[in-house]
């Protein structure tokens, strides 16, 4: 079957046509995925492994068994099912779900954030001579954002958003070195490889993601954890940046806090410097 042939088929007839190819392990999977259809849209490879007590080969498995190209393919199709199932909720206007989305990640995130981790990440990239920050997409304007908050108070970063151009700057990385991997998913490999290789010269490495079982996580010293739930028919979503700029934000405003003079007589020569910008 091809990648065309399985789009145009519903996912739930699709699995059920080939029901009786699976083996024991799939047909567990198969079971968790009917019963929890919903949750299954967000979580990562990693994770409904975990959840179902199998290796990430066999997910993988099931999925080309259906004629996916990977988990992330099947995935899409999953939204895309769920999408055309949903009916629109008339009572709310689209200005309310986005509103509602937004405060509920800020919330989520703030729950789901350890006050020790965030506190120890502040002090790793106050006292660091280098920091970098990596991020692909969406996921490296969070770095640009951050990038920007820091040169206020004086503190100078690198954001290398490009994938190649992130291998090759973790290859001069040292011991003194902090990296801020930004990476919603945990799982984009671009991140991962740049991060696997920076490990190598001992880099102190900070995640800010979704999932605390990923790829990612498995080659940091820190991760500090966003809400920012995203199928893939929503990638790219501004509620998801505005998890990581929530994050970003405690992050700058903490080491503003333990730069505090340095901090405030930078901003002061700032606002003099671009005075002259403005009529």
């Not at 895309?80 to 199932?85: D, F, Y």
């Not at 606002?271 to 009529?279: G, V």
């Amino acid at each position: 079957m091809n990648h065309e042939e399985t789009t145009d088929a519903k996912l739930t007839m699709l699995m059920e046509q080939n029901k009786n190819t699976f083996t024991k392990s799939e047909q567990k999977l198969h079971q968790y995925i009917m019963e929890r259809f919903e949750d299954v849209l967000y979580q990562s490879l990693t994770e409904i492994s975990i959840e179902c007590k199998l290796g990430e080969a066999t997910v993988l498995r099931f999925c080309r068994k259906l004629g996916f190209k990977g988990y992330q393919d099947f995935k899409f199709a999953l939204a895309q099912e769920l999408s055309s199932l949903q009916k629109t909720n008339n009572e709310e206007t689209y200005i309310d779900k986005v509103r509602s989305n937004m405060t509920r990640v800020i919330e989520d995130t703030h729950e789901l954030l350890d006050p020790d981790s965030l506190q120890e990440a502040i002090e790793k990239i106050s006292n660091a001579d280098e920091v970098i920050a990596y991020g692909i997409s969406s996921s490296g304007i969070a770095g640009l954002d951050m990038q920007n908050r820091l040169m206020r108070i004086g503190k100078n970063i690198e954001v290398v958003t490009d994938s190649h151009n992130q291998v090759f700057r973790s290859v001069s990385v040292t011991r003194k070195t902090v990296i801020i991997a930004i990476s919603l998913t945990g799982s984009t490999k671009d991140i991962v490889d740049a991060v696997q290789e920076a490990k190598k010269n001992h880099a102190t490495v900070i995640a800010i993601t979704n999932y605390v079982k990923s790829p990612l996580t498995k080659y940091s010293d820190l991760a500090l954890l966003t809400s920012a739930k995203e199928n893939p028919l929503d990638s790219g979503s501004l509620v998801s940046k505005v998890s990581q700029l929530f994050v970003i934000d405690l992050l700058c405003t903490g080491i503003a806090m333990t730069q505090y003079g340095n901090a405030q007589q930078n901003k002061a020569f700032i606002a003099r410097a671009i005075s002259s910008k403005l009529y």
